[in-house]
T-cell receptor, first 111, second 117 residues
Framework: RKEVEQDPGPFNVPEGATVAFNCTYSNSASQSFFWYRQDCRKEPKLLMSVYSSGNEDGRFTAQLNRASQYISLLIRDSKLSDSATYLCVVNGGGSNYKLTFGKGTLLTVNP | GAVVSQHPSRVICKSGTSVKIECRSLDFQATTMFWYRQFPKQSLMLMATSNEGSKATYEQGVEKDKFLINHASLTLSTLTVTSAHPEDSSFYIC?????????????FGPGTRLTVL
């Protein structure tokens, strides 16, 4: 099983659509979880951290299920500017601050 | 705050030459910097973890004699790709960690695109 596995994508959706990304991780000791976005040929940028209780930031909602080792990201009312690759990122657990990146899921929002 | 710069942003070199990439934290002190590599359509892969004043810790499969890392100060880490070959062509990204934050968030530099001819 891959350390961090994401939907392979790509996703093509119209403006205004709701889109959901799924991610699973293999290290049960992982403590911190994130969603990053990466634009073409750019560095990844932190979109949001993911908390056990779930959290929302505007149109973005992240959920974490530790028992299933599953993370999700929901984007509502998608905008053209949401087009990017979304990376699921997990830390190594404990004092291990290494981040493990998923391969990413490409989202294209069409007018 | 939390800005990380990389230099150069892009480099094209001949096979066999060495290339040095600098990673700087501009407005904070980073005790730890990370070096990643990303091939097209692949995820970021951690190459090494660099702690100020000590030797870098390399990930399995990364040759420490080929990828020399120096972290001489709290704001600067360098990665030198020695005797670069075409298969080393990749997007190299550094990140810097702010000590004391719960999640030890990493702030990423803009990356360096290396092309070896």
């Amino acid at each position: 099983r891959k350390e961090v596995e994401q939907d392979p994508g790509p996703f093509n959706v119209p403006e205004g659509a709701t889109v959901a990304f799924n991610c699973t991780y293999s290290n049960s000791a992982s403590q911190s979880f994130f969603w990053y976005r990466q634009d073409c040929r750019k560095e990844p940028k932190l979109l949001m951290s993911v908390y056990s209780s779930g959290n929302e930031d505007g149109r973005f909602t992240a959920q974490l299920n530790r028992a299933s080792q599953y993370i999700s990201l929901l984007i509502r009312d998608s905008k053209l500017s949401d087009s990017a690759t979304y990376l699921c990122v997990v830390n190594g657990g404990g004092s291990n601050y290494k981040l493990t990146f998923g391969k990413g899921t490409l989202l294209t929002v069409n007018p | 705050g939390a800005v990380v710069s990389q230099h150069p942003s892009r480099v094209i070199c001949k096979s066999g030459t060495s290339v040095k990439i600098e990673c700087r934290s501009l407005d904070f002190q980073a005790t730890t910097m990370f070096w990643y590599r990303q091939f097209p359509k692949q995820s970021l892969m951690l190459m090494a973890t660099s702690n100020e004043g000590s030797k870098a810790t390399y990930e399995q499969g990364v040759e420490k004699d080929k990828f020399l890392i120096n972290h001489a100060s709290l704001t600067l880490s360098t990665l030198t790709v020695t005797s670069a070959h075409p298969e080393d062509s990749s997007f190299y990204i550094c990140s810097a960690s702010t000590p004391g934050t719960f999640y030890n968030e990493q702030f990423f530099g803009p990356g360096t695109r290396l092309t070896v001819l």
